[in-house]
């Protein structure tokens, strides 16, 4: 088994801050993604990387940096923090290649900005 | 344009029926379909999957009902248990990897 643990756990910014939010997985796993879940709504993908270095675009990446320096890691920037904003952010990761792998999720991180 | 439709945004059921789920997509080339249910408090999880070789997988009571030519795929929960209230998502992907996901049907089981 692993786990992946995403940090912080409540993040709190001001309108225009840039924000770093970290992921890390001991699953020894490929690939990982970043999502963005509202409130009653579904997992909307931010970023993804299939492996060290690699970076891929999703549908939401306007407004977010990523960066995947380690297999391990994967961090998510907000680059300019929108008021009143409230989301979680959650890190996944899946062994291999190709969409057809399991997706483990960490805890999540909430994000609010004042 | 949103990739994956998912319906209803909510369902109560009586413990014992059967809850049915409904998805849809856009594209053609997604080639594996999984669903995932998060309870409150936590993250999703894997629940079932189905790949389009196949138009129906079963796991105990949870069964995937699949419609290639339709674009449709639907989950059933067969004698619905309060336990099995939470939030369910579907979603597909394809070989780039890239997972899409419904908004999520929200099931609340009555006992």
């Known amino acids: 088994g692993g786990i992946i643990t995403q940090t912080p756990k409540f993040l709190i910014g001001q309108e225009g801050q840039k924000l770093t939010l970290k992921c890390q997985q001991n699953?020894?796993?490929?690939?990982m993604y970043w999502y963005r879940q509202d409130s009653g709504k579904g997992l909307r993908l931010i970023y993804y990387?299939?492996?060290?270095?690699?970076?891929q675009k999703g549908d939401l990446s306007e407004g977010y940096d990523a960066s995947r320096e380690k297999k391990s890691s994967f961090s998510l920037t907000v680059t300019s923090a929108q008021k009143n904003e409230m989301a979680v952010f959650l890190c996944?990761?899946?062994?291999?290649?190709?969409?057809?792998?399991?997706?483990?999720f960490g805890s999540g991180t909430r994000l609010t900005v004042l | 344009q949103q990739q994956v439709r998912q319906s209803p945004q909510s369902l109560t059921v009586w413990e014992g029926e059967t809850a049915i789920l409904n998805c849809s997509y856009e594209?053609?080339?997604?080639?594996?379909f999984p669903w995932y249910h998060q309870f409150p408090g936590e993250s999703p999880a894997l629940l079932i999957a189905?790949?389009?070789?196949?138009n129906k997988k079963e796991d105990g009571r949870f069964t995937i009902f699949f419609n290639k030519r339709e674009k449709k795929f639907s989950l059933h929960i067969a004698d619905s248990q309060p336990g099995d209230s939470a939030t369910y998502f579907c979603a597909a992907s394809d070989s780039n990897n890239r997972i899409f996901f419904g908004d999520g049907t929200q099931l609340v089981v009555k006992p």
């Open positions: 594209d053609s080339t997604f080639d594996y």
């Open positions: 699953f020894n796993h490929d690939t």
């Open positions: 990387s299939i492996t060290e270095n690699d970076l």
């Open positions: 996944a990761s899946s062994r291999g290649l190709g969409g057809s792998e399991t997706l483990y």
């Open positions: 189905i790949r389009p070789v196949s």
